[in-house]
C-alpha cells in the first residue's frame, strides 16, 4: 500500500531530510506501507494545490494542516477524516495547542510545530549601530530603525510578494490595538466591527511611512532563496525579519555562510505599542500539523501519531527548524534563538492563531490582499476592514 504525503518542507535542507527519514523508519516498522512524498511551497500548498485536490477525487492522504478557520471549512466541506478515538494518547500527550486542529470538540488533526512570531535579528549589526538591547516598545523599534539607516543597513526586511509576510505586520498591530475578548469574537463570530481594527491599519501605515524595509520590498518574496526576504537577513542584507519559530530552519537553507549565521542570530518578541488597549503580553502564533483525508485507509491515522511520537518529536526539535509539541520533546531544542521562542511562548498571556487561519481562507485572502495594498500605497487601512467584511458575508 502507498501513502501519499504533502509536505511544505520544500526547500533542500534539515527539515526536508528529516521527513523523509521518518516516511523510511515508519516504513521499516510498516513494512506493507510506502511513503510517497511531495514537498510543496507553503503558498502554493495552502492557496492553491491542496484546495484543488481536497475537491478532486484523489486528494493526497495526509497532509499539512494549520487548524483554526481553515480547518473548519475543510470538516464543513466533508474533507477531512475524524481521527478523535485514534489520538487520544497523542491529544494528551501535546496538550492545549491540539484544539487549535479540532473543530466542535473533534479532532481532525494533529500540531507537530508550535511557537509564536517574533522579530529574529542580527546581534552583530545591532550592536554595530549602537543599539543596546532588543526593542521593547514600537517607539524603540523607531530608534532602532533610524540608528540602522544611520551605517547604512537595511533596517527590516519583508517579503510582501507573498503576502502573508507582509500581513503578519498588520496581524500583530491589530493584537496591540485589539482587546483579547475583541479578537477572540472577531475569530467565533467574523465580528470585524471594533474600530481596532481600523487602528491597526493606521498603526501600520505610519510605521510602513518611516521606511523601514528594503527597496522593491512589494516585489520580494518570503523564504525562497538568497535574494528573498529571509535571505536578506541570512545574508547580512538586512538586520530584522518578522517571522515564525520555522524560520530557523528556513534561514539555514538560504544562507551562504551557516555558521556565520549562528554567531549573529537573535530573536526578539513583537514590541509593543504604548497606549494600546491590548494585552503587551498577548502573541500571534500558531503551528504545522497534519491531517488525513476523509478516505484515507487506518495506516494514514497510524502515520499521524508516528509523527508525533516522543521520538519523532525529539528528531524535529534536533533539526533545529522549529518547535516541537509534544511534552518533553523541547529538551531537544539546542539553538538559542528557538529557546527564547520557547521561553516567551511559555510567557505569552494569550496565543492568537495567525488571522488568516483563524478567520479562513475566505477572509484571510481577502485580508492578506488589502493589507498588502496598504504597503503598496494604494490601499487603506478603511478597505481592510471592508474587504473582511464583504468576504465573511459571502
Given at each position: 500500500m502507498t501513502l501519499t504525503w504533502w509536505h511544505n518542507a520544500s526547500q533542500d535542507g534539515p527539515g526536508k531530510t528529516y521527513w523523509?527519514?521518518?516516511?523510511?523508519?515508519?516504513?521499516?516498522?510498516?513494512?506493507?506501507?510506502k511513503i510517497e512524498i511531495e514537498a510543496i511551497e507553503t503558498n502554493q500548498l495552502q492557496r492553491t494545490r491542496l484546495p484543488a485536490a481536497l475537491l478532486s477525487s484523489?486528494?493526497?492522504?495526509?497532509?499539512?494542516?494549520?487548524?483554526?478557520?481553515?480547518?473548519?471549512?475543510?470538516?464543513?466541506?466533508?474533507?477531512l477524516k475524524d481521527i478523535t478515538d485514534q489520538a487520544k494518547t497523542e491529544v494528551g500527550n501535546i496538550g492545549?495547542?491540539?484544539?487549535?486542529?479540532?473543530v466542535k470538540g473533534k479532532q481532525y488533526g494533529l500540531p507537530f510545530r508550535m511557537g509564536i512570531e517574533g522579530v529574529w535579528y542580527n546581534k552583530e549589526m545591532f550592536a554595530r549601530a549602537g543599539i543596546a538591547a532588543p526593542p521593547t516598545t514600537f517607539e524603540e523599534l523607531n530608534a532602532a530603525v533610524t540608528k540602522l539607516k544611520a551605517i547604512n543597513v537595511i533596517p527590516i526586511a519583508v517579503g510582501a510578494g507573498d503576502k502573508w509576510p507582509a500581513a503578519h505586520w498588520w496581524y500583530n498591530m491589530a493584537l496591540r490595538a485589539c482587546s483579547v475578548d475583541t479578537l477572540k469574537k472577531a475569530s467565533a463570530e467574523k465580528n470585524f466591527d471594533d474600530p481596532?481594527?481600523?487602528?491597526?491599519?493606521?498603526?501600520?501605515?505610519?510605521?510602513?511611512?518611516?521606511?523601514?524595509?528594503?527597496?522593491?520590498?512589494?516585489?520580494?518574496?518570503?523564504?525562497?532563496?538568497?535574494?528573498?526576504?529571509?535571505?536578506?537577513?541570512?545574508?547580512?542584507?538586512?538586520?530584522?525579519?518578522?517571522?515564525?519559530?520555522?524560520?530557523?530552519?528556513?534561514?539555514?537553507?538560504?544562507?551562504?555562510?551557516?555558521?556565520?549565521?549562528?554567531?549573529?542570530?537573535?530573536?526578539?518578541?513583537?514590541?509593543?505599542?504604548?497606549?494600546?488597549?491590548?494585552?503587551p503580553k498577548a502573541a500571534l502564533g500558531g503551528g504545522d500539523g497534519f491531517s488525513c483525508a476523509k478516505n484515507a485507509p487506518a495506516e494514514c491515522v497510524e502515520f499521524l501519531k508516528y509523527i508525533v511520537s516522543p521520538e519523532v518529536q525529539k528528531g524535529y526539535a534536533d533539526t533545529g527548524t522549529g518547535l516541537p509539541v509534544v511534552k518533553g520533546a523541547a529538551d531537544a531544542v539546542k539553538?538559542?534563538?528557538?529557546?527564547?521562542?520557547?521561553?516567551?511562548?511559555?510567557?505569552a498571556s494569550y496565543v492568537q492563531l495567525w488571522l488568516d487561519t483563524a478567520y479562513g481562507s475566505t477572509v484571510g485572502t481577502a485580508m492578506n490582499d488589502a493589507i498588502v495594498a496598504i504597503f503598496a500605497g494604494n490601499g487603506t487601512p478603511e478597505k481592510v476592514v471592508s474587504a473582511m467584511k464583504a468576504a465573511a458575508s459571502k
Open positions: 523523509e527519514k521518518v516516511a523510511k523508519d515508519f516504513s521499516a516498522l510498516h513494512p506493507t506501507v484523489d486528494p493526497p492522504d495526509i497532509f499539512q494542516a494549520w487548524g483554526g478557520g481553515e480547518m473548519t471549512e475543510q470538516v464543513e466541506a466533508d474533507y492545549s495547542a491540539a484544539e487549535i486542529w479540532q481596532c481594527f481600523v487602528k491597526a491599519g493606521q498603526d501600520l501605515k505610519a510605521f510602513i511611512d518611516t521606511k523601514p524595509f528594503q527597496p522593491n520590498f512589494i516585489a520580494t518574496p518570503g523564504q525562497n532563496d538568497p535574494t528573498s526576504a529571509n535571505g536578506m537577513l541570512a545574508n547580512g542584507k538586512a538586520a530584522m525579519e518578522l517571522m515564525g519559530d520555522w524560520n530557523r530552519g528556513t534561514l539555514d537553507t538560504v544562507a551562504t555562510d551557516k555558521t556565520k549565521l549562528a554567531s549573529f542570530l537573535g530573536w526578539f518578541p513583537v514590541p509593543a505599542i504604548s497606549g494600546s488597549p491590548g494585552d539553538d538559542p534563538a528557538l529557546k527564547s521562542i520557547l521561553e516567551a511562548t511559555s510567557g
